[in-house]
C-alpha cells in the first residue's frame, strides 16, 4: 500500500500551508467544556474534548475503556487538561493552534481529517488522519501526531486502574509514616 | 532481585515537628513583600543546595528561592501522574521548539537532584581537558577537580551499586558476550531498597538527594527556604545586581498577584541551564557578545526496546546500575557523536510515550511490558563545530523556548547508536528487538535489524529522542568570545552574581551530570566563601 512520493509531496504542501494558516488563527471562539458529563476543564474546549475523545478508542483500541468504564472519558480528559495547564507558553499556544486547526471544519479537511464531525467520524476515517499525520513528509503534522498519541496514552496508563494492561503490578504499598520513634 | 511489597516507618525530614520547617516559608502565605540576605541563592537542586550548604556552613545568612513546590518523602506516592505533576517541569511535558526532543527536569524544592536515577560519575577526563584546551577554563584539570569528587562522594555516600536488576543485567550480559568493557554505576544512596522509583521522589530518604542533605543541613545553619516563587528578574544597577523580583506561584502552579523583592549583596544563580537563561534574559542582563542561551546542551538520548522469553519487570530495582562507555571516546573526543549505553526504567506512562504509535500494536507492546527491556544511548553533543545544542529564547510572556536544531551530524550519531544497542540486545538473548522509532519494527536477529533498519527515516518526530541532562547556556571560560562566567564562575559583567550549576559548563559532560555539578559547585562556592571572609564587612 505504498503511495507514490508525489502524491505525498502534494498533499504534504497542501498540509504545511493549512498548518501555517492555523497558527495565525487563534481567534476561535474556544467554548469551555460545560457538558453535564464531562468534568470542568481549564483549557480544553467543547470541540477539544470532542476530538480527543474520538480518538482515544483508537489510539487505545482494545484498552478504552476498559475497567475505568464509564469513567474513563471523564478521567483521561481530566487527566489531559492538568497536564497542558502546566506546559510552558510556547508548548500551549501550539497545542492550542493544532487543537483548533483541528476544531475547524474546513481546515480539519484540507489537513487530512473527516469532513464532518468528530463526533460522527468513521473509525476508518480517523484510523486514515492517525496515519496521514504519521506518515507525513512535514514535521509539523508528525509533531502534532506524536503529541495527540503522548497525551492520550500518558494520561491513560497513569490512571492505576489501567496499570494491568501494561502487566504492571503496581508499587509497594506504604504505610502511614511514624516519625515518633 | 527481591521485589519489595511494602514500606513501613520512614519518617519525613520535613514533618511538621521538625525545627527547620520553621525556616520554610511558602511564598504564596507569605506577608512581608520584602526580605533580605547576606547571599540569595535563586534555584535549590544540584547546584543551588551543594552552595546553600557550604555558605550557610560558613555563617552567611542564606535565602533560598526555589519556584517548585516543597514536596517531601510523605509526598511520594510512587505514582507517576503525581510525581509529574508535583516534581516536573512541565509535568513532565518539557519540550523543544519543534517537538523533536522531550525533556524531563525537576520542579521543586531539591530540583533535579529529588527525581534523577541516582547515577553518580565524575566528569570525564577528555571533557575538562577539552574545556581548558577550547574555552580556557582555568583549575578544573582532572587532578585539580579530584578532592572535590572525593568530598562530594563522601558527603552524597555515593558508591558503586551491585544490586543490578534484571533490565540492567540485560546491558551486562550483551556486553559480556561482546566482549564490550562495562562497569557498575556509582549511586547516591545510603540504606537503598532497591524499589525502583528514583523518578518519582524516593520514598524511603535513601537517596541522597539535594531535599534530604545539603539543604536540611543549610536550614540548620540558618538559611532560609522561600518556595513557590519564581525569580522574574535580577533588579541590575551599574553592574551590580541589587535584587530580585519574585512572583509566588499557587498550589496549582499558577502565577499569583504576590510579589516579593529580595535583596543581597551577593547572588547565586542556581537555575538550571534552561530557566537560568531566561532569567538573564528577562532581566536584560548585560551580553556584548550576545552569548546568553547559547550552547545549550541536553544530551540527546534515543531508545531500544527488546522482549525476553524470561521477566524482565523493569518496573522494579535501581533504575541504572551498569553503564558502557565503549562506544563514547571511541572516534576521540572531537569527531563523530560518541555516546554511553545505559537503561531506563519502564514504569507504564513513560513507557506508553517512548513505545510511539498507537493502536493494536502499541496496546500489544504495553501488554508485554513485564518482558521488556530498554536501553538507552545519551548522546555527547558540543564537542564539534556540528553540534552547537540549543538556543534558548523568550515566548510572550516570558517563558524559555529551546530551540534544538537536529542535524545530519546528530542523526548520524543516532543511527550507529541503534545498531550498537540491539547488538547487545541481541547478545544477551533478546528474542525481538526495536528502535524507537514512529516507524520502528521487530526484528528477530540482528541480521535482519541491520537490513531492516536501512529502511527507517530518521527526523524530527520520527526518533524517540529525550533528555533527562539541561548543560551550558552561560558557558564558563576566560574565552570572552563565547564565555559568560570565568573559571570562578562569577559573571564576566556583573560584580557580584556568580552562576553555581550546570549552566557553565561549555559542553555537555558526555555522562550523567549531577556530580559534576556537586564537585564543581562544592569548589567554587568554597573559594567565594574565603573571598567574602577576606572581604570585610559583608
Not at chain 1, 33 to 54: G, I, Q, R, Y
Not at chain 1, 119 to 146: C, H, M, P, Q, V
Amino acid at each position: 500500500m505504498k503511495t507514490s512520493r508525489r502524491y505525498f509531496f502534494k498533499v504534504g504542501l497542501l498540509g504545511s500551508a493549512v498548518l501555517l494558516a492555523g497558527s495565525s488563527l487563534s481567534a476561535f471562539t474556544r467554548v469551555k467544556s460545560s457538558k453535564n458529563n464531562l468534568p470542568k476543564l481549564a483549557f480544553l474546549s467543547v470541540s477539544d474534548t470532542e476530538l480527543l475523545l474520538a480518538l482515544a478508542p483508537i489510539v487505545l483500541k482494545a484498552n478504552y475503556p476498559g475497567s475505568l468504564e464509564k469513567e474513563a472519558e471523564h478521567r483521561l480528559l481530566l487527566a489531559i487538561d492538568t497536564q497542558i495547564l502546566s506546559l510552558g507558553e510556547h508548548s500551549k499556544k501550539q497545542l492550542q493552534q493544532l487543537f483548533d486547526l483541528l476544531g475547524s471544519p474546513t481546515l480539519r479537511y484540507l489537513a487530512g481529517g473527516p469532513s464532518n464531525d468528530w463526533t460522527t467520524a468513521s473509525t476508518d476515517k480517523i484510523e486514515d488522519f492517525l496515519d496521514d499525520w504519521k506518515n507525513s513528509l512535514f514535521a509539523l503534522k508528525r509533531t502534532g501526531y506524536a503529541a495527540l498519541c503522548k497525551l492520550i496514552t500518558m494520561n491513560w496508563y497513569t490512571q492505576p486502574e489501567n496499570y494491568a494492561q501494561a502487566s504492571y503490578p503496581g508499587p509497594p504499598k506504604i504505610y502511614p509514616p511514624q516519625d515518633k520513634p | 532481585m527481591k521485589i519489595v511489597s511494602e514500606i513501613r516507618g520512614i519518617s519525613d525530614p520535613y514533618s511538621a515537628e521538625k525545627a527547620i520547617v520553621k525556616q520554610t516559608i511558602n511564598a504564596n502565605q507569605l506577608e512581608a513583600d520584602e526580605m533580605s540576605a547576606d547571599v540569595i541563592i535563586i534555584g535549590t537542586g544540584a547546584g543551588g543546595g551543594t552552595s546553600a550548604e557550604i555558605l550557610a556552613q560558613a555563617g552567611l545568612k542564606v535565602l533560598m528561592i526555589e519556584e517548585g513546590p516543597l514536596k517531601s518523602t510523605r509526598d511520594f506516592k510512587m505514582d507517576e501522574q503525581k510525581a509529574y505533576a508535583d516534581l516536573y517541569q512541565e509535568n513532565a511535558g518539557r519540550g523543544t521548539k519543534d517537538g523533536g526532543i522531550g525533556i524531563l527536569q525537576g520542579r521543586c524544592v531539591g530540583g533535579t537532584t529529588v527525581i534523577n536515577w541516582t547515577s553518580s560519575f565524575r566528569t570525564p577526563s577528555h571533557t575538562l581537558d577539552y574545556w581548558q584546551k577550547t574555552f580556557q577554563v582555568k583549575g578544573c584539570s582532572h587532578s585539580d577537580m579530584i578532592p572535590w569528587f572525593e568530598q562530594m562522594e563522601k558527603r552524597l555516600n555515593i558508591t558503586p551499586w551491585h544490586g543490578v536488576n534484571e533490565n540492567n543485567t540485560v546491558l551486562k550480559e550483551g556486553c559480556e558476550k561482546l566482549n564490550i568493557p562495562w562497569k557498575a554505576i556509582p549511586r547516591n544512596v545510603k540504606g537503598c531498597w532497591n524499589l525502583g522509583y528514583c523518578g518519582m521522589g524516593c520514598p524511603t530518604n535513601a537517596k541522597q538527594s539535594m531535599l534530604v542533605t545539603t539543604i536540611p543541613d543549610a536550614l540548620e545553619h540558618g538559611a532560609t527556604l522561600l518556595y513557590q516563587a519564581r525569580v522574574e528578574r535580577l533588579l541590575i544597577k551599574n553592574n551590580k545586581v541589587t535584587g530580585v523580583e519574585c512572583i509566588a506561584f499557587d498550589d496549582n502552579k499558577q502565577k499569583t498577584s504576590k510579589k516579593i523583592i529580595a535583596k543581597a549583596p551577593y547572588i547565586i544563580l542556581s537555575a538550571g541551564a534552561i530557566n537560568g537563561p531566561a532569567l538573564m534574559l528577562r532581566s536584560k542582563a548585560p551580553d556584548p557578545n550576545k552569548r546568553i542561551g547559547k550552547r545549550t546542551f541536553l544530551h540527546p538520548t534515543v531508545f531500544s526496546f527488546a522482549q525476553f522469553d524470561k521477566e524482565i519487570s523493569p518496573f522494579y530495582g535501581a533504575p541504572q546500575s551498569i553503564y558502557s562507555d565503549h562506544f563514547q571516546w571511541i572516534n576521540g573526543t572531537t569527531g563523530p557523536l560518541g555516546y554511553k549505553l545505559e537503561v531506563p526504567p519502564l514504569h507504564p506512562a513513560i513507557s506508553s510515550i517512548m513505545l510511539m504509535g498507537h493502536g493494536n500494536s502499541h496496546v500489544a507492546d504495553m501488554a508485554k511490558l513485564n518482558h521488556t527491556h530498554a536501553m538507552l544511548a545519551l548522546l555527547r553533543d558540543g564537542f564539534d563545530d556540528e553540534s552547537e545544542g540549543a538556543n534558548i529564547t523568550l515566548s510572550d510572556n516570558g517563558s524559555p523556548i529551546v530551540d534544538y536544531p537536529m542535524n545530519d551530524y546528530l542523526f548520524d550519531g543516532i543511527k550507529r547508536a541503534y545498531l550498537s544497542m540491539a547488538e547487545v540486545q541481541f547478545a544477551a538473548g533478546a528474542k525481538k528487538v526495536r528502535p524507537a522509532h514512529q516507524h520502528g519494527q521487530w526484528f528477530e536477529s540482528y541480521g535482519s535489524f541491520k537490513k531492516g533498519f536501512n529502511d527507517l527515516e530518521h527526523k524530527v518526530s520520527n526518533n524517540l529522542v529525550g533528555s533527562a541532562h539541561v548543560m551550558g547556556g552561560l558557558a564558563m571560560g576566560e574565552n570572552k568570545e563565547v564565555c559568560l562566567v570565568d573559571s570562578d564562575c562569577k559573571y564576566h559583567y556583573l560584580d557580584n552574581l556568580w552562576v553555581f550549576d550546570g549552566s557553565v559548563f561549555p559542553t555537555s559532560i558526555g555522562t550523567n551530570p549531577q556530580l559534576s555539578i556537586y564537585a564543581l559547585v562544592c569548589k567554587k562556592a568554597t573559594k567565594l566563601v574565603k573571598e567574602l571572609h577576606q572581604k570585610k564587612p559583608l
